[in-house]
């Protein structure tokens, strides 16, 4: 990839958009596995900028220099707690301001690259609240300058512990448990009030440290207890992702994410798929990578470094887990959580090397004997919930990330229905007028640019139901609709999005309609949930924005594993469990077994 300029696809932008879809979707995932999105090397030059500079140096100043220690003095704080609570909350603080996870152009944040703060202080931008009907005083999808206050105060509530008082646990230095109570207090309000704040913060991650750090303030925790508990909170996160990727869909998200890497060479990118261009599916590389380097490793690395009585073994351990995520790092993968995994680095350094299980810190040594089935309990509510009923919980509390198995979605207009978008209050145009106005890219080379999110999509299993049912669906009008990625959409609407479905379901495209009215046929999505653990298959429905929700069924996730992105053989089978009477023929579809 060259610095200043993307890799571009060869092909004259005119004749490419009068290809039929599928065609299209060929060419680009073709394209995807040479290049990724060909972004140029500049781009990721000011991620690892903002990484370098913002998030570790701005980061480790503040938390080192505010605690009486030199900065550069490693040494004396690398296995400090005080250090550790404070680069959480140096994290809380960025990502829900928005320049953490999913910011810039990695994530469709063309121009302006920062999403978050400019749509969360903003009035009348959509706000989605997770349980309206339950919660008092939350109903309603307008972001109201309470909203606005409250998000703020939220991000003050953030940063002052890392300036404010301290205590002190068995002679440790923390954080004052008054102020992370008002951290938390804050940051449940505000995720309350829209689930988007909750899960941008990362809350599902850190909330529970936060909890922890707050029993050990007020004396219910000793300090031997945080740090076990803190462990605990980690090797669930590391072992319940692990778990998820323990399914047909994993290994087809490999290879487009090592394709994205800007310095990983191309013949590696190419060994990644059986072959190149006539069959894209995953090679045996691919499946090496994804179950062994990927599955295997989160799932027996964690489990060593909490539980191996020998110092040289945990540590090989914890260097596997910095490796780990170094790895994913230089992957840039689209949501960019590179902060999220540099500070897990840190982490595995900090509790379980700095704080070893054979020095008094494994689980055996909580003080009190009910507090490791307790902690235990409560840290796997979420994540088993999530993999059973995952219509019920968000991917990212279920700790089913990047395991390919997301509740995902496409976006169908009629020809300048997409533009009516631009009328909600929001911080940022449609990215393709992003791609127009603010970085100068003539149309059809925009709308070729963004089409590849599409191609990407294809690659991974969901896409090929996706666009299965978008074809039988609209039948002979499909190439007519401009076809766009939900999750890419939605950062444009709402500010974030890190690859959650649920920020894009029914519940978004009822507030959108509320305010633009679209006509019947304009704007049409196929949304599908996630896998649940123990079943074959996963369910959609067919959503027109005027209509509401037109068509319901499911399709077998091995259908949707063997084809190939472009759907050579048509679209895979479908079963239709419920259909509206909309006037549409039926289409072609055929009934899988439950």
């Known amino acids: 990839m060259p610095f200043k300029t993307p890799v571009v696809p060869q092909v004259d932008p005119a004749e490419f958009l009068a290809r039929p879809h599928q065609e299209r979707l060929r060419f680009l995932a073709t394209f995807w596995a040479e290049n990724g999105f060909g972004t140029p090397k500049m781009v990721h030059t000011i991620y690892i900028v903002k990484l370098i500079v913002l998030y570790i140096g701005g980061g480790v100043a503040l938390a080192t220099l505010t605690s009486g220690f030199g900065m550069f003095a490693i040494s004396d704080w690398w296995d400090q707690a005080i250090v550790y609570q404070k680069l959480v909350m140096w994290t809380l603080f960025l990502e829900l301001f928005g320049i953490g996870g999913t910011w810039g152009p990695l ?32 109903r309603g999808d307008n972001r109201s300058v309470l909203d606005v206050v409250l998000y703020l105060a939220c991000l003050v509530g953030f940063a002052f512990p890392i300036f404010g008082p301290t205590t002190e646990v068995d002679g440790q230095k923390m954080l004052s448990p008054t102020a992370l109570v008002v951290s938390v207090a804050l940051l449940i309000l505000c995720g309350l009030r829209d689930k988007i704040l909750f ?146 680095a840190y982490v595995a350094v900090f509790l379980f090397a700095g704080h070893q299980a054979h020095d008094g ?32 919980v968000s991917f990212l509390p279920s700790m089913r990330q990047y395991a390919g198995n997301w509740a995902s979605a496409t976006w169908a207009f009629k020809p300048g229905a997409e533009a009516r978008l631009n009328e909600l209050t929001k911080g940022a145009d449609n990215q393709i007028d992003q791609l127009i106005g603010g970085m100068g890219y003539p149309p059809d080379v925009a709308e070729m640019t963004l089409q590849l999110t599409i191609g990407w999509r294809s690659m991974h299993s969901q896409g090929r139901g996706l666009f299965s049912v978008l074809q039988n669906y609209l039948g002979e009008e499909y190439d007519g609709y401009s076809l766009r990625e939900a999750e890419f959409c939605c950062n444009s ?102």
């Open 107 to 138: 994530a469709a944040h063309f121009k302006p690259m920062t999403g978050g703060i400019a749509y969360w202080a903003r009035p009348n931008t959509i706000r989605l609240p997770p349980w309206p009907r339950v919660v008092p005083l939350t």
């Open 199 to 344: 899960l941008a913060a990362r809350g599902e991650q850190h909330l529970p440290i936060l909890v922890i750090s707050i029993l050990a303030g007020y004396g219910v925790f000793t300090f031997v207890d945080f740090i076990v508990a803190a462990k605990l909170v980690m090797v669930v996160i590391w072992v319940g992702a692990a778990v998820s990727k323990m399914n047909l869909h994993f290994e087809n998200v490999v290879p487009p994410m090592v394709s994205n890497a800007p310095f990983v060479p191309t013949f590696l990118k190419k060994a990644h798929y059986r072959s190149i261009p006539d069959d894209l599916k995953p090679s045996r590389l691919a499946w090496f990578m994804a179950h062994i380097m990927g599955t295997l490793a989160e799932l027996a690395v964690p489990l060593v470094m909490l539980l191996s009585p020998w110092p040289w073994l945990t540590i090989v351990a914890v260097g596997c887990m910095v490796l780990f995520h170094l790895f994913i790092t230089q992957t840039f993968p689209l949501a960019v959580p590179l902060e999220w995994n540099i500070l897990f």
């Open 361 to 392: 810190y494994g689980v055996a040594d909580f003080s009190q004997a009910w507090m490791l089935p307790v902690v235990v309990v409560l840290l796997l509510v979420f994540p088993v919930l999530g993999n059973l009923r995952p219509d019920l």
């Open 493 to 594: 609407v709402i500010g974030w999005n890190f690859g959650d479905g649920h920020l894009h379901d029914d519940q978004l495209i009822e507030a959108i309609q509320r305010r633009l009215h679209f006509q019947p046929g304009e704007f049409v999505v196929v949304w599908v949930e996630s896998q649940p653990i123990h079943k074959k298959y996963q369910e959609y429905y067919v959503m027109d924005a005027a209509l509401g929700i037109v068509e319901r069924g499911r399709w077998n996730v091995r259908d949707a594993v063997d084809a190939q992105p472009w759907l050579p053989d048509g679209p895979i089978p479908v079963e239709v469990t419920w259909r509206a009477d909309t006037g549409r023929s039926a289409g072609r579809h055929t009934v899988v077994p439950s």
